[in-house]
């Protein structure tokens, strides 16, 4: 043995014997001695130091003619030198051999390491012990990796996760108390049975797949899953599986981390059906504020163009309009956001002109830009440029930034729109001369419900929900918006960015068809918006009758025979669905086309009433010009 061999080596030198009985000569063994990084170190029975190698010269940090004046025991603090007495005593001087023991030395800077130490003795022709001899080894890397080993066995029993190992035939190895809380079953019930009776068994093949992942040496991380309790319950858990490796790098065994999730999922399942109170929230509030919204927008209308063209009656009658399709846009914007986020928004897309598309988003904020003097300058390439896209989202995109731009300008200040093209894309730059942006708000100016500080001179600061529409809505058509400032005063810029298409194929438009006059049954049960539709239908020609509760819809239809029935949706005890069943049932009032007038505008409100008989669906307020298409149309669509 090695250490046989070096320790013959210490002998020969000690005796100034020539050779020993291993039959290896002087000068190999050495060789042998001096090569070792084990250190060897010789001392006569006063315990002074006689020779050293260079492992335990470099141990030490001595030179040799430093030790030769030394005793190992001042290499050795002090409170290791009761014990090593002991082994001297009785281990060393009657047989000769210490066995491997575990000390300290000191280093001749001063810092302490700890070794393994084994002493032999050399004795005289009459057996008396002449000298001992010693290989130590620093073991200050074995202690670290103790140490750690010890700290993470420490980790693992105390972790609040699951970690429990096993082999490749899926047999459990080890188990820590995270493993019992989280299953229930205790060490010793589990180790060394197959893991499967942790799983349930729809989750079988699961298993044999991330067993065989592992095999192959990759790592599973974060894997959403189900566990088997000890009392039969089901334990929701995320897993994160790692392959083991033998000291050849060959996998054998898996560990698995797992971690119950139940207070997450319960937490999913809080938040999501918080998600739809929202949506339901802002449902109920769109028809609330739509229904005496609706009211007022009509009332306007019937009197602009009862009144005259008189300034005294205009200008009031222009105020009115102004605030109420502010007030449409912010519940569209509302509404808006809550789809969008839920994919509920299908963008109708067709070939447009963005010269056209910025024009009409213009003509959307053209109340509030005649309010506060603003001018939309638009720059237009030569050549149109086309995106696909629909055609009213793309105006409300640019509609919200405009309407933003004049909102937080000062009055008279031009808003620049700059028009650009090449290959790829279509980009619209929108530069105004406003308050500008502060550095800290830049980043987050798309983000819900994020606007700049309000001052007493823009207390119409908004709800911060306008330009976070528009981001989700260039993003669905697959553009990008950004923005610049050059800081607070200093004015900003929107900058939309949309991939261009050719210019599509003309095709023939139809004319536009004249709206005859119709019999129409208004049914609302909110009086003032009843009766002010009836007035705005009137002053187009239509004979209209108004019904205020849902129970006497189905007379009046077959009394007043109309071709077009407008029924609000939210009708008490009775609602605008049923009624449209049960018209639609009865043999006089079957063939009556039935328009659903409803502040109620989500998507699935829209299929609803499609299901529930209606022809079509109009938003409160009702734009008078979509009903004239509808009483225009020879077949109503849907």
């Not at 009785?90 to 280093?107: A, C, L, N």
């Not at 200040?413 to 650009?420: A, F, G, P, Y």
């Not at 005063?489 to 298409?501: H, N």
Request: aromatic share 4%; glycine share 8%; net charge negative.
């Amino acid at each position: 043995m090695q250490e046989r061999v070096e320790g013959v080596t210490a002998m020969a030198r000690f005796d100034d014997e020539r050779a020993d009985d291993s039959g290896w000569s002087e000068e190999q063994l050495r060789n042998l001695e001096e090569a070792t990084r084990d250190g060897i170190v010789t001392v006569d029975m006063s315990g002074r130091i006689r020779h050293a190698n260079k492992g335990f010269l470099a141990m030490v940090g001595y030179s040799l003619e430093e030790l030769r004046s030394m005793t190992y025991q001042e290499l050795t603090p002090a409170r290791w030198h009761d014990y090593e007495r002991t082994i001297v005593e009785q281990r060393i001087v009657p047989f000769g051999d210490s066995g491997e023991y575990e000390k300290e030395y000191r280093r001749k800077d001063g810092t302490v390491f700890p070794v393994s130490l084994r002493v032999w003795t050399s004795r005289d022709a009459h057996g008396r012990t002449t000298a001992m001899f010693g290989i130590v080894r620093d073991i200050t890397e074995r202690r670290h990796a103790e140490v750690f080993n010890a700290q993470l066995a420490a980790i693992v029993e105390n972790s609040d996760d699951a970690i429990l190992s096993i082999d490749l035939a899926g047999v459990i190895q080890t188990w820590n108390d995270g493993a019992t809380r989280l299953y229930g079953h205790v060490a010793q019930e589990v180790i060394g049975q197959p893991v499967t009776r942790l799983i349930p068994n729809d989750r079988m093949a699961e298993e044999s797949e991330l067993l065989s992942l592992v095999a192959q040496g990759k790592s599973v991380k974060h894997f959403d899953t189900e566990r088997l309790h000890k009392d039969g319950t089901v334990v929701p858990i995320s897993l994160t599986i790692s392959p083991i490796r033998d000291a050849a790098g060959t996998v054998v065994g898996a560990s698995k981390v797992a971690r119950d999730i139940t207070e997450r999922r319960r937490a999913e399942r809080a938040l999501r059906r918080a998600d739809e109170q929202k949506d339901e929230f802002l449902a109920m509030l769109s028809h609330e504020l739509r229904n005496p919204l609706a009211s007022i927008a009509t009332a306007a209308e019937v009197l602009a163009r009862t009144l005259g063209p008189a300034p005294t009656a205009q200008a009031p009658l222009a105020l009115l309009r102004r605030q109420a399709q502010q007030l449409t846009r912010i519940i569209d914007d509302l509404l808006d956001v809550s789809r969008i986020a839920r994919g509920r928004v299908t963008l109708k897309r067709e070939v447009v002109e963005i010269g056209h598309v910025v024009d009409e988003a213009a003509e959307s904020v053209g109340p509030l830009l005649q309010q506060v003097g603003h001018r939309v300058v638009v720059s237009r390439p030569i050549e149109p440029l086309h995106v696909d896209a629909d055609r009213a989202r793309l105006v409300q995109c640019l509609g919200n930034i405009l309407h933003n731009a004049a909102k937080y300008s000062d009055r008279g200040k031009d808003i620049e729109v700059s028009l650009t093209g090449d290959a790829a894309h279509v980009v619209v730059e929108v530069r105004d001369h406003g308050c500008g942006i502060a550095a800290e708000l830049l980043p987050h100016v798309f983000e819900l419900f994020v606007q700049s500080e309000r001052t007493l001179d823009r207390a119409d600061g908004g709800l911060g929900i306008g330009l976070s529409v528009v981001k989700r809505l260039v993003e669905m058509h697959g553009g990008a918006v950004g923005v610049a400032s050059a800081g607070v005063g200093r004015g900003s810029t929107f900058t939309v960015r949309l991939p261009r298409v050719g210019k599509p194929v003309p095709s023939p438009q139809p004319e536009r068809p004249t709206a005859p006059p119709r019999r129409v049954l208004v049914v609302d049960d909110n009086v003032d918006a009843a009766d002010g539709l009836a007035m705005l239908l009137r002053l187009d020609g239509h004979d209209v009758r108004t019904v205020y509760h849902a129970e006497d819809v189905l007379e009046a239809a077959v009394t007043f025979a109309p071709d077009f029935a407008l029924l609000d949706i939210g009708l008490p005890r009775v609602d605008g669905y049923e009624v449209a069943r049960r018209l639609r049932a009865h043999p006089a009032a079957g063939r009556i086309r039935l328009v659903a007038i409803t502040g109620y505008g989500q998507t699935n409100d829209i299929a609803r009433a499609h299901a529930a008989g209606f022809d079509a669906h109009v938003v409160k307020p009702a734009d008078p010009e979509i009903l004239r298409r509808i009483f225009a149309a020879e077949h109503t669509a849907a």
